[in-house]
């Protein structure tokens, strides 16, 4: 219960840190001179001490929305694969429910674009609505394929699964559902090349549009449900695609378990310098792949059992 | 004479939990309508009727009931008959409900042989010796699915649900439709059993097309009532999808999965009911203050009328499939089930299940768009519209009924075991097994799927961890005592306006050019240029119409179909004598040919020889120039 606890706790500190190490490794990777990798906390304490400015066009939604962004994703950090063998898990929830609960998130992200007026906002929502519904398939997809090689929906007992029993005779389909996930990660997280988290351009902004009314704690806590979304993102593929290290000791377990985390964000920052944003209408070309490898994953597993 | 079985007795719950709601909304609704007595004569019998075939133990009483119900409801559509499209509406409901009928009379006919106050129970012998089931099977998709909504016999659902006052589309959506689909499971399982594979995967991709093509087309649709028939169409298909899954499994013989996915379909029945009666309630409420119902003349109704935009959250939440909704549960009961299809030994069979989770998870995503965009559009930002400014809460029997219903969606997502128990008990006295016990094993917190791999949801502790963390949010925040500023809208320098918002036409934007292939789009773009510059303007309008695919392909094709042969008709009744006699001539030509073809030797040169002579004759007698 307490290595639980403890890996909530890390995850939920290193939340921050993994997304401005993207940012300074990119700037670094561009020469360009980095910012410090502690950012995210600066930025965080930063905002808490601001006065909050709300926008008299707004309603109940925008005093109720951020909180209601950050708790489904603060549930989901709860449900997680365990780091650390013997550690507690809770093995109940399964995959459909960690994809509804982030849906939840980005429903109500999308209402809070809505909810100020703006015209910003309202782009915002509008794309973002686009682009989870062509996410929602793909990562049904995924999960189901995924599922079958771990031999259990629940994402806890998967990751166990996964890690003590590494489906080494169905490899290509595993190849193909990581693949998929991948996508689905850089999608889901408004990474380039589906959204660029930098620019406040109204032509490319998907992310920042919706949310580019609030200021204050309002921004700390959306800012916070990003970074956190983003670490279920890569600690689930981690968990998932990359279980291995699992069983060494609590603190190397962890340190392993971390040092994945920023592999995963060092790929993600590697890819983000290397290509650009896709155009909006082009965004479903991607999101089509990830459909494929997901189909194209369980087409292999059923037929070729591989 | 009358039937109070489990599978009935479901029903009239269910009529029941849509119907007292409804009353209460219905009397706050009712300063509304101008023929008062009309209307509540109408929808009285509309009630009763529907508790009458659910509980019809005989062909007879069942169809009498049917027939009432239609005619009721056609009648409630006309209540307010303002203006020519609410006429052509009901006369489209008419056409199609009676479609269904004629089915529904075929298959009783057939089912009972003519014996028609027959027990239902005893057409099973009858059915057993018919040659055909297929055909039956087919009678009964047509006559019922007709009734239910479904692809490719939906159209009029768009069409009808928003001419009629709002509480009678709430019931004609809610419950009409759930009354269609108990007719449809009450047949199949009383009657057609066993089925072969082949029907539960008609009713598979009946449902798949359904559930897509319904959010697909509610997405582009801007009349909020519209909007939410689509929807509807959507949810019948999602039942559908977990129905067909039932079937399959049960003609495989996999009982535990079967009965899992008929669960999570009834399950689905129910959620629909309850949320869709409250969305339209919302609706209606809205429609009431508003006096439109396109949703781009709303906008920041919250303000006005937060009780109703809180119930139209909660519905919208529950129809967008997001957990811990009712909704949730059952759509992700229906996964369940479908990923039980790893036990299928078939594997073509097995490979085209995914298809059908592609399906029903895009639905859910593009759910989730349309909803954003049926509340953000009608309740958030700025008014769009004086009728929208003026609007102010609805009346108190309206608000109780709105209440009533969103308790019984909370009480749907609160006491799920509670009505799966039910829902098992029911199949049970079907003839198949019991899950419940597979279901909940440890306590009601648990729900385990029966899937091999099967995972399990826990919808009271999500919905406790997830209000327990929101309210520590906000415990947080009101601890740390932050210092709050009302300012406007950032909006580059510019002021922000109701037509700086976002509107509903453009919020679907990129999802209607994306399936723009199956929109085909009719977009009309008026701007009055200035200096004929292109990119200054005094005023522009932008509208785009969507053609439904499956109305212009199906029924105005058929109708011309049908136009040109009765013109052919026509002609052939006012010819003139001597055209008569010319037709009597060459169908003798015909018989003698022909005869000669069939009972003599045959050559495919006298036989192009005779077609000639026919064609030249028929030409020349009978057709004659072209005036």
Known sequence: MILYITTIVVLLLLAPLLLSFIKSLKMWLLFKRPTSIFQGYRNFSKLLSKETIVSEETSAITTYAPFLVLSPLLVTMFFLPPVVQGAFYVSFVDAFTITGLISLSTFFLMLLGLDSASAFGGMGSSREAFISALVEPAMVLTVFSVSMMAGDLGVGQAGVNLAAHFPKEHMASFLFAGISFFILLLAENGRIPVDNPETHLELTMVHEAMILDLTGVYLAIIETASSVKFVIFASLFVSLFLPFGYTYAAPLAIFVFIAKLFGVAMVVAILEVNTAKLRLFKVPNLLGIAIVFAFLSLITFYVLGA | MFLFDTLSLIFVALILLGTIPNLFYSFGYLSHIERKRHYLLHYFTFIFSMLGVVTAGNALVFLFFWEVMSLTSWQLI?????????IKAARFYFIMTHFGFVFLLLFFLIATDGNIDMHFVDMQGIVALFPYPTLLFFMLVFGFLSKAGAVPFHVWLPYAHPAAPSPVSALMSGVMLKVALYGFARFLFDVLYPWPLEWGIVILVIGSISSLVGVLYALSEHDIKALLANHSIENIGIILIGFGMGMIFDSLHLETLS????????????????????????????????????????????????????????????ISALPPSNGFLSEWMIFQSMLGSYNISDTSLKLAIPFAIFALAM????????????????????????????????????KTGMVLMALVVMSLMLFTPFY???????????????????????????????????????????????????????????????????YHTWGCGYKTTAKTQYSATGFAGPIRRFFNWLYKSDEHFHKEKIMEHETKFSDA???????????????????????????????LAHFEQTRYAAMIFNLMLLVLFSYRIFFHAFSWATFVLESIVMIISIKVLIIGDKK
Not at chain 2, 363 to 375: H, S
Request: charged share 15%.
């Open chain 2, 541 to 571: 309008h932008y509208e785009v119409h969507v053609k439904p695919l499956f109305e212009t392909s199906l029924y105005v094709n058929s109708k011309k179909l049908i136009n040109l042969v009765s013109y052919w008709v026509y002609r």
């Open chain 2, 363 to 398: 639905t859910g995503g593009l759910a989730i768009a349309c909803f954003v965009k049926a509340y953000g559009i009608s309740f958030l930002g700025l008014h769009r519209s004086d009728n929208a400014k003026h609007a102010h809460e609805v009346n108190f029997l309206m």
């Open chain 2, 259 to 318: 009965t899992f996915a008929f669960i999570a379909a009834f399950f689905h029945i129910f959620n629909h009911m309850s949320f869709k009666s409250l969305l339209f309630m919302g609706a209606g409420s809205v429609l009431h203050q508003t006096h439109t119902k396109n949703i781009e003349h709303y906008g920041g109704l919250i303000k006005s009328m937060p009780l109703t935009a809180f119930t139209f959250l909660l519905a919208s939440i529950s």
């Open chain 2, 78 to 86: 006309l209540t307010e008959v303002e203006d020519k499209e609410t």
């Open chain 2, 420 to 486: 799966i128990g039910w829902f098992d008990k029911m199949l049970i006295s079907l003839h198949h097994v019991s899950v419940y016990d597979k279901m909940f094993p440890d306590g009601f917190w648990h729900m385990h799927s029966v899937a091999v791999h099967g995972g399990v949801v826990s919808p009271l502790i999500l919905l406790a961890s997830l209000l327990g963390v929101t309210l520590l949010l906000v415990f947080a925040y009101k601890v740390l005592d932050v210092k709050k500023r009302v």
